[in-house]
């Protein structure tokens, strides 16, 4: 089969790194030996196809040299945060504020010093059902980072985790994220991936957050890989007992990307909201997969997803809920709205219900078009002329997502970031 | 006035999931009476009226109802329907894609189908609609709608008085049906209440203020307090707790 | 909360009313299926040899094939070579030459599911063509339709009379080798209907057919066939019920509607086959393929109350492919006791200004299982396409599940596409307001449940959606208490 990697030669690369916790490389690479990278035959990845990955066999990506732009760019998306900074996965020091009250910590330090973090972390997330680049993942564990928050502390500062890329030929990289919120505590974490350059390379990134009872956790994705790569990301959370989860992705980058985004609620009470926003054009593809796993009752969930696609551009949205017989008084919202630019770009979505409890409050939506010409009537005869006012109203679309990030100075960054893009799209649209 | 009874309540205690609500209340309606049961918010006035109704998120725990000598308690929410016990909801029900025509003439063949009389014939009954539409000034339109659906407040409690107008209870229960209403609203209630004042009726008018008794001058008026009846009188009493408020009962309540 | 529910479901037990059986001797070929019974059906068929080639053409695709997976129900392994396939009530001669013709059994059967073929007592404005087990055993009104030109008639009679028609449109809107179910129907199909519009022309009555599975371990694949040409409107209606038996059975039927530029097919289908006792044992797996073509400024509306079968799996589709056409899927699906059902539409846009309307109600009760699956597929030259598609599911009890899973796929920038669904259940406080009001709770249910489903009955037939309205009202029955 053309979708199985050199499994020899990932077992070697696999055993030259340091150990890991309960025997965690060798069963990992079992696992995904006997699943393979996913196809386009599983009806979850029906509308991605890894297979310019599968096929290519890529090394683990090396230590780039690092100079000073790159040194700035970095300290850039820290901000007035904490953090920690990786280029192709391999750490680098960024003088950052220290997390008050959080442990954070590099993977790397973690299995070689405290491998005991690692495993309690991911025997948590273990009630999720995860693709098997999850696996893959698992065994290259390596770069990342480990964030544990103790019960009843407040994390005022967020948390930035800068992933950068560079490579010389095409290379891939693992990276994991796992943190841990104790009872009743609150923290923000952010994730950026960068670009550096128009390298070639695949970040294949895994997130599992464990929320204790009434803890709070806002977790912001923000993917502006090189226009070459393929990003994979799967963030996994499993929420305690009055929890609530704050999720919010935007995927600008990469010509392939894949988000896995779940919530687990494993006790009453918990709330999550799923956001996010993607924008793309050329040939990118962007896919987003949702999935809220209602298997407490009493728990609630929102969700909206936004797209905007340009140039030849295919996009992806598949939002399942899932409220089991035990999820009695769930109430679940979903939405995703889209917008395409081009006569080119494709969009595909499907929000899904799976219900088996009876006493549930559960509504899903999608829309796809063009603007409201309404709207762009109405300004215009408010004297603001027609482009001007597709691209006020496309901005405001963008903006119901970028307006929710709750990190101060970051949502306007994003913001600046989200209006050159715009303007670059809206633009190339036009000039037709 | 006869003095047959038609509602003998004795001594009864209520629940609603442990707490209890009715603790010991003991009333008699005769039948051409009209009472009224006032009370602060949360002295069991609710709960009164939705336990005879048989609404079954509320426990009997003791005493009994006697209506029109059966025992009330013994029968499930349509056979007192059928029996003739209408209660006017405090907040009327949504029932979307039923028409509010069919769900009445449904309501009122149960009804004639208990009594073993026949079913009532679809002009007939159109007929007798827009009679009773009229009488409490409703849109001819409204036949069509869903049963209170994206009804105004006013709109479903006039729409509570239509039902009652056309079924024709011997035992109508008003919860509450004053509250949200405008002047012309609440004459329109009035106005339903008392054609019901004859020898075969009785109602009970459950409220919290005393203004739709300036409508409805009732024979007898109750404060319920604490989930008892705490004092009895005559309409003067309704004036007087309009004038003075519920304070002295608090007190008393707590004492 | 607890008592509602309960009340729910006690009035769901109500004993399926057309579960008799007919004792009729049947001309029966033995289980097994291989290219001779395939020959052996078309010889007896008397069919010319295009269509012997056409089924066998099918059945060597089958055999390459596998049964789909990917449906959100769940049976045991259905065993082909176990299946009868063909039986046919023996006729005294060769086929009936009219009614009288006709075993008095047979049309005793049809009296007692209140579809009377007597000249005397036919349904008025309903001609009928009558299905039992295989073939069809009679048609009504046909002269009368003559007159202005349609033909109405069994798919058997078709293939002898007009040839040329058949081969012209069979397999042009589902091809022999379009799924698993549609190839092994088009390899051993033994009748069905058949309807023809001429340019122009206006059905002057509903056409019906009505089907009857009665032989035991006796698959039924019948096929449908509309042809609307430029023009030409009709209203066709389908009814369907069977024997309840502890075994399963197979039915695997094909329709296919043919719209030309301006004609006019309104498919409306009541679906009531056996759906297997409380506990799932025996009912029909109803796998069925329905499609119709859309040429210019053409529209196709299916409508289906989908009662009764052990399973459901079902997608009425539209392509359309002319400018202006117009699909529409209206849908009421119950499922209750160990009933499953995997249905929805698909929509596919090819020509401009195309507009589809999705309406889909689902019932689950009891324990089971009800998924919408709907495509929206807008091509790339589609512009202006517009969908708008409402999927709503209605919950009784907490042992059932409701499922969506609404497919858009979307490649032309000026099209609309919009997709709402909602799941609610019966609310206590509704049942109590009707019950306050004198209904008994399992009429109240009932009431509730046809007020869900009233946006998709007044789609159908007057005479349909009494019938639909009464068999919701059966199929819940015992589901409240």
Redesign the interface.
């Known amino acids: 089969m053309s979708s199985q990697m050199d499994h020899q030669a990932a077992q070697q690369a696999s055993a030259a790194l340091p150990p890991a916790p309960d025997n965690l490389r060798e069963q990992a690479l079992q696992e995904f030996a006997s699943a393979g990278f996913p196809t386009t035959s599983l ?1 979850d990845w029906k509308y991605t196809n890894l297979r310019e990955i599968a096929d290519a066999n890529l090394p683990l990506a090396e230590d780039a040299a690092i100079d000073g732009a790159t040194r700035e760019r970095l300290a850039e998306a820290i901000g007035d945060g904490a953090g920690l900074a990786f280029v192709n996965g391999h750490s680098v020091e960024i003088a950052a504020k220290s997390a008050d009250g959080a442990r954070l910590a590099t993977v790397a330090h973690c299995l070689e010093h405290e491998p005991e973090r690692i495993a309690a972390a991911l025997r948590a997330t273990g009630v999720i059902e995860r693709s098997s680049l999850v696996a893959l993942n698992s065994a290259f564990l390596g770069a990342g980072a480990v964030i544990d928050v103790p019960d009843d502390t407040v994390v005022e500062t967020p948390i930035h985790l800068v992933y950068a890329a560079r490579v010389s030929a095409a290379a891939a990289s693992h990276v994991r994220n796992l943190i841990t919120v104790g009872r009743n505590s609150r923290v923000t974490v952010v994730e950026h991936y960068l670009g550096l350059d128009d390298s070639r390379y695949w970040t294949n990134t895994a997130t599992d957050a464990v929320l204790g009872d009434g803890a709070r956790l806002s977790h912001c994705k923000i993917q502006c890989e090189s226009g070459q790569a393929h990003h994979t990301a799967d963030i996994s959370v499993v929420q305690g007992a009055d929890s609530q989860l704050h999720s919010l992705s935007i995927a600008l980058g990469s010509r392939l990307c894949r988000n896995d985004i779940r919530s687990f609620f494993s006790a009453p009470g918990g709330h999550c909201s799923l956001d996010g926003l993607y924008m793309v054009d050329g040939q990118q593809h962007v896919d987003h997969h949702t999935s809220v796993d209602h298997a407490a009752p009493h728990c609630s969930s929102t969700e909206l997803y936004k797209g905007i696609l340009g140039g030849s551009a295919t996009g992806v949205f598949n939002g399942k809920v899932l409220v089991r ?1 035990q999820g ?1 008084q769930t109430d679940a919202h979903q939405l995703n709205k ?1 917008l ?31 603007l409201d010409e309404d709207a762009i009537f109405f300004l215009r005869a408010r004297a603001i002329d027609e482009p001007a006012a597709r691209r006020l109203l496309t901005r405001a679309f963008a903006n119901e997502i970028v307006g929710r990030i709750d990190v101060a100075g970051l949502r306007e960054r994003v913001e600046e970031t989200v209006d050159a893009r715009l303007a670059a799209m809206i633009g190339s649209e036009e000039n037709k | 006035m006869t003095n047959t009874p038609i509602l003998e309540i004795e001594d009864l205690h209520a629940k609603v999931g442990d707490t209890p609500i009715l603790r010991g209340i003991d009333l008699t309606i005769n039948a051409g009476e009209v009472h009224a049961i006032m009370g602060p918010n949360g002295s069991g006035k609710s709960t009164l009226a939705n336990v005879l109704a048989g609404r079954e998120d509320y426990t009997v725990t003791g005493g009994s109802v006697r209506y029109r000598g059966k025992d009330l308690l013994d029968l499930s929410p349509e056979e007192r329907a059928r029996e003739g016990v209408f209660l006017a909801f405090q907040y009327p029900v949504e029932i979307p894609g039923v028409s509010n025509s069919y769900f009445l003439r449904t309501a009122l063949n149960a009804v004639r189908e208990h009594r073993g009389e026949d079913p009532i014939d679809a002009m007939d009954f159109l007929k007798l609609l827009k009679e009773k539409m009229k009488f409490v000034e409703m849109d001819p339109k409204f036949q069509n709608r869903a049963v209170n659906e994206g009804f105004s407040g006013g709109e479903k409690k006039r729409n509570e008085i239509l039902q009652m107008a056309i079924l024709e209870p011997t035992l109508a229960i008003l919860d509450e049906t004053d509250s949200g209403l405008d002047i012309d609203a609440l004459r329109i209630v009035a106005e339903g209440v008392n054609a019901l004042r004859t020898e075969d009726h009785a109602v009970l008018c459950v409220t919290h203020y005393q203004r739709l008794l300036n409508y409805l001058v009732p024979d007898h008026v109750h404060v319920l307090v604490d989930g008892r009846i705490a004092r009895s009188g005559d309409k003067g009493l309704a004036l007087e707790l309009e004038e003075k408020g519920y304070a002295e009962f608090d007190r008393a309540a707590s004492a | 909360m607890a008592n509602s529910a309960t009340k729910v479901e006690e009035l769901i037990d109500r004993e399926y009313e057309h579960g008799f059986f007919t004792d009729i001797e049947a001309d029966a070929l033995p289980p097994g299926l291989n290219e001779d019974v395939i020959r052996v059906i078309s010889a007896k068929k008397e069919e010319p040899e295009f269509m012997l080639e056409w089924r066998l053409k099918a059945f060597r695709h089958w055999q390459t094939m596998r049964e789909p997976q990917w449906q959100n129900v769940h049976y045991p392994a259905i065993d082909y070579q176990d299946i009868v396939y063909y039986s046919a009530p023996k006729a005294k001669a060769d086929a009936p030459k009219s009614l009288d013709e006709v075993d008095p059994e047979l049309l005793a059967t049809y009296d007692k599911l209140g579809i009377p073929l007597h000249e005397r007592e036919r349904l008025a404005g309903v001609a009928v063509d009558a299905v039992f087990d295989s073939v069809s055993v009679a048609t009504t009104f046909k002269e009368k339709l003559a007159d202005v030109g349609i033909i109405f008639c069994s798919f058997s009679e078709a293939v002898r009379e007009h040839p040329e028609l058949v081969q012209k449109y069979l397999g042009s809107v589902v091809p022999y080798n379009d799924n698993f179910f549609a190839a092994l129907n088009s390899a051993v199909f033994s009748d069905g209907s058949f309807c023809f519009i001429p340019k122009g022309v206006r059905s002057p009555m509903e056409l019906s057919t009505y089907f009857r599975i009665n032989a035991a371990n006796t698959g039924q694949f019948e096929r449908t066939l509309i042809v609307a040409e430029e023009g030409a409107h009709v209203s066709y209606l389908e009814g369907c019920t069977a024997p309840m038996r502890d075994e399963n059975q197979l039915h695997a039927a094909v329709v296919e509607l043919v719209a030309l530029d301006d004609a006019e097919i309104k498919y409306s289908t009541v679906q009531n086959w056996y759906p297997g006792d409380k506990n799932g044992k025996g009912g029909i797996y109803n796998f069925v393929t329905k499609r119709g073509t859309c040429h210019r400024n053409a529209k196709i509306s299916w409508t289906q109350v989908e009662t009764g079968s052990a399973i459901t799996w079902k997608y009425p589709s539209v392509i359309l492919r002319g400018d202006n056409s117009v699909g529409e899927f209206y849908s009421v699906a119950l499922t209750n006791n160990r009933q499953q059902a995997d249905t929805g539409t698909k929509m596919i846009h090819i020509g401009k200004n195309t507009k589809s309307t999705i309406l889909s109600k689902g019932i689950s009760a009891g324990h089971g299982q009800n998924a919408y699956r709907g495509l929206v597929k807008v091509m790339k030259g589609a512009d202006n396409a517009r969908n708008f598609t409402q999927c709503d599911s209605l919950l009784i009890g907490d042992q059932c599940g409701a499922h969506t899973f609404p497919y858009m796929e979307v490649r032309n920038p000026t099209a609309q596409v919009e997709h709402e669904a909602t799941t609610a259940k019966i609310s206590e406080d509704q049942l109590f307001y009707c019950m306050q009001r004198g209904l008994s709770a399992e009429d109240a249910v009932s009431l509730i449940v046809s007020g869900f489903c009233k946006e998709v009955f007044k789609e159908l037939p007057m005479e349909f959606a009494v019938e639909a309205t009464k068999l919701l009202g059966v199929s819940l029955e015992g589901s409240v208490g």
């Open positions: 009806e017989n009695q889209n395409l630019l081009s006569d080119a770009a494709t969009i595909n979505t499907k929000p899904q219900l799976e219900i088996f409890a009876d006493d549930v409050k559960c509504s899903h939506g999608a829309t796809t078009g063009r």
